[in-house]
């Protein structure tokens, strides 16, 4: 049996953030080469994820950042199986550098297919399923570009967001992180009414009549309270008109124009765990 050095298993541990004894046992059975024995690790991640293909990710992170610039900015759902491995620093760590090289992508696939040091985001992630022996995919990726870009991540990585204005304001940091942290609170389904989509409105004004017809209202008033229902919910469920989360006397827009009038809301994102 070749002998192999601490420093070799280390220097492997390193690379690959598998544990001691798997370096050890890798680079005795590619007998000391170092290339080898990652490849060893690497197919020992496939046959665990091919294991574990079925298993439900609802654990993990959920992380956002942005360039320099804050012109882009990218949000991820880093999954795994349990809350244990959510929550290790090297985990957490590992989704940083994902979504940090997410700011050069347009899409999941892209991502999947972009260099993570000497191998795809989608080898490493295969290499730590079987490093780590729990099924660990990106569950979701957002991406916002605008004149400036606000992110948020809720404590414990739970859920984070992204929001892209209009102009780069006076004090737009603090309405970017403000507005993204509405948008983590309220988790609004569109920008305005203009933005809700067809088959959700028609939803909302048929369950808006069915409770009507439940209460004993007359069918000719129906539509006209319904609109009124409708009105209602887009207050509710639409970002530029829901109750700004640090002051419900005014709507965010209202916030927003306490900054500059003409500041406006180009596009958001939310992602989240589960």
Known sequence: MVKVTASEVNKLRKTTGAGMMDCKKALVEANGDFDSAIEILRKKGQKVAAKRADRES???????ISNKENTTAVGIV??????????NADFVELAHKIAEIGLTC?????????????MSVEEKLIEQTGVIGEKIQINDFARIDANYV?????AGNKISSLVGFSEKADNIEVAGKDIAMQIAAMNPIALDENSVDAMVIEKEIEIAKDQLRAEG???EMLDKIAQGKL?????????VHQAF???????VSQYLSSYNNDLTITSFNRVSIG
Do not use: Q, W
């Open 150 to 154: 606000g992110t948020y991540i809720h």
């Open 106 to 118: 347009n899409s999941k696939e892209d991502l999947l297919k972009a260099s993570l040091g000497e």
């Open 231 to 239: 009105k209602r919910f887009f207050k509710d469920n639409t970002l």
């Open 58 to 64: 609802s654990e993990g992170v959920a992380i956002t």
């Open 217 to 219: 209202k007359p069918e």
């Open 78 to 87: 880093l999954a795994c199986e349990t809350d244990f491995v959510g929550k």
């Open 245 to 251: 989360i640090k002051d419900s006397k005014v709507s």
